[in-house]
Every structure is written in structure tokens, then in C-alpha cells.
């Protein structure tokens, strides 16, 4: 498989699933170059295209969740953050993807809780 080619090919797929969702591809063209080519490799070994940044545990209910883009099954924590886990998709008024704050869903709940967020 031509690795370029692929990650190309997954970034157009990947465009039409995430646009509706109000997301788009991070404006930081080497995170995204990066991922996708982790991608890449993890659906050669796999079979699809799983998540680079979040572990799989060999149970396929669990493991489908993580097959990118993965927004759908995490949408709350991501909306929050205005990106997705690993930052390869970001909200679409998004420009500085770096000003952006990766926290868990444990840290969300709480500041949820807290009346912060
Ligand atoms: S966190 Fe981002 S890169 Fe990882 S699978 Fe989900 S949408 Fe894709």
C-alpha cells in the first residue's frame, strides 16, 4: 500500500464525515500529517483506521468507538474541548489549535460539576 497515497484517500473520507459535524482537519499541517500516517499503520496491522492516540483493549464494541473520526461517540468531551482527543480535528471556527486545552472526560465531569464549564 502507498502510505501517501492512503492518507490522502483517508483525508477525503474522513473530510465528508467530520464536516457535517462541525469539525475540520487541524490548521496544523504536521499533527495532521503525522496522525494520519499513524492511522495508516494502524489500519494496515488492524484492519481500520483506529485511533492513534487512545488504547484499544481487543473488545470490538469498545474498540469500534475508536475507529476515526470518533467525534459521534465522544461528541460531549470533544464539543468541550473544540477538538477531538488527539487534536487532528478541531472546531471549524477554530484557528490556534494550540491555544486549546486536552482535558479527560474525568476532568471535564468534574469542572462540569463545579459550575466552571
Ligand atoms: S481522537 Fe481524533 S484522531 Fe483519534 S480517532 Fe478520534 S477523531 Fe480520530
Do not use: N
Not at 23 to 43: C, R
Amino acid at each position: 500500500m502507498d502510505v501517501q497515497k492512503r492518507k490522502q484517500k483517508l483525508r477525503e473520507m474522513f473530510q465528508k464525515v467530520v464536516d457535517p459535524l462541525g469539525y475540520k482537519f487541524s490548521p496544523d499541517e504536521e499533527i495532521v500529517d503525522f496522525l494520519l500516517e499513524q492511522e495508516v499503520i494502524l489500519e494496515k496491522e488492524h484492519g481500520h483506521p483506529f485511533c492513534p492516540c487512545q488504547g484499544r483493549t481487543g473488545e470490538r464494541e469498545h474498540d469500534m468507538k475508536i475507529v476515526c473520526p470518533c467525534i459521534p461517540f465522544h461528541r460531549t468531551h470533544f464539543d468541550a474541548m473544540k477538538r477531538c482527543w488527539c487534536g487532528l480535528y478541531v472546531h471549524k471556527d477554530v484557528d490556534d489549535p494550540e491555544s486549546l486545552i486536552q482535558i479527560s472526560l474525568t476532568e471535564l465531569e468534574e469542572l462540569q460539576k463545579e459550575g466552571k464549564i
